[in-house]
């Protein structure tokens, strides 16, 4: 079912890409912001610390991005009379698509940039997305004695390697808001954005044991478009 459910999405987005591309000059969007890391693990009481980021996109029409996305930041929390940061980088190629690409805009998209308002446009780009990456773990620990009985009793352990590379699936969802007015689209846009990242292993804080561990990141940014025709 998901497979199918899937490929009508699939389906639904390339018949619609030619509705909207006339006139677009299909830019690199790229930009950079910052916000706060939330920490969902073993060490359960969050701390919410800072983290930064850049990133590209291409846009294959005006609402479908693939893009590049780096990020740099800590993680934290407590528990169990235990704490843990992890100073961690990560990276990612992912690809989002915008409300716009559903509705029903004219065929011309230079004539759509400049007569929508200001609240059509902000709906047209909220955006769902999806990608695959790798973070790079810089955890320290302290870890008191009772819990580390308490987690190997349970079957669970602690990493070796507190600097180790995994995988990552994030999940985003925001808004690009744009400002600027051309005849092929926005040059500027400010970017909402609730990033949430799944771990395939259970090492953000050092400790393994039952679920895998996984990160929120609230963020405020700027875009800018390049080779966008004036």
């Known amino acids: 079912?998901?497979?199918?459910?899937?490929?009508?999405?699939i389906?639904?987005?390339?018949?619609?890409?030619?509705?909207?591309?006339?006139q677009f000059s299909r830019p690199i969007s790229v930009g950079a912001g910052a916000g706060a890391t939330i920490s969902l693990t073993d060490l359960a009481n969050v701390e919410s610390k800072f983290a930064f980021y850049g990133e590209a996109d291409y846009l294959i029409t005006p609402f479908i991005s693939v893009g590049l996305h780096g990020e740099k930041g800590t993680l934290a929390g407590?528990?169990?009379?235990?704490?843990?940061?992890?100073?961690?980088?990560?990276?990612?190629?992912?690809g989002k698509v915008r409300v716009g690409q559903f509705l029903t805009h004219k065929d011309n998209y230079s004539y759509y940039n400049l007569q929508a308002n200001t609240l059509s446009k902000i709906i047209s780009n909220i955006y769902v997305g999806a990608g695959a990456g790798l973070v790079k773990?810089?955890?320290?620990?302290?870890?008191?004695?009772?819990?580390?009985?308490?987690?190997?009793n349970q079957g669970g352990e602690f990493a070796e390697d507190l600097g180790e590379i995994h995988f990552v699936i994030p999940l985003n969802l925001g808004v690009d808001i744009p400002f600027g007015r051309t005849l092929y689209g926005p040059q500027w846009a400010i970017n909402v954005n609730y990033?949430?990242?799944?771990?395939?292993?259970?090492?953000?804080?050092?400790?393994?044991?039952?679920?895998?561990?996984?990160?929120?990141?609230?963020?405020?940014?700027v875009k800018y478009a390049l080779f966008n025709r004036k």
């Open 195 to 221: 990033q949430h990242t799944l771990t395939t292993n259970d090492n953000l804080d050092g400790i393994k044991n039952k679920s895998n561990d996984q990160y929120g990141f609230v963020s405020l940014g």
């Open 1 to 9: 079912m998901t497979k199918k459910i899937l490929g009508l999405f």
């Open 11 to 22: 389906g639904v987005s390339c018949l619609t890409i030619g509705t909207v591309s006339a």
């Open 78 to 94: 407590n528990g169990y009379n235990s704490d843990f940061k992890n100073r961690y980088f990560a990276g990612n190629i992912n």
């Open 137 to 152: 773990n810089r955890i320290k620990n302290q870890i008191d004695p009772n819990y580390i009985n308490a987690v190997t």
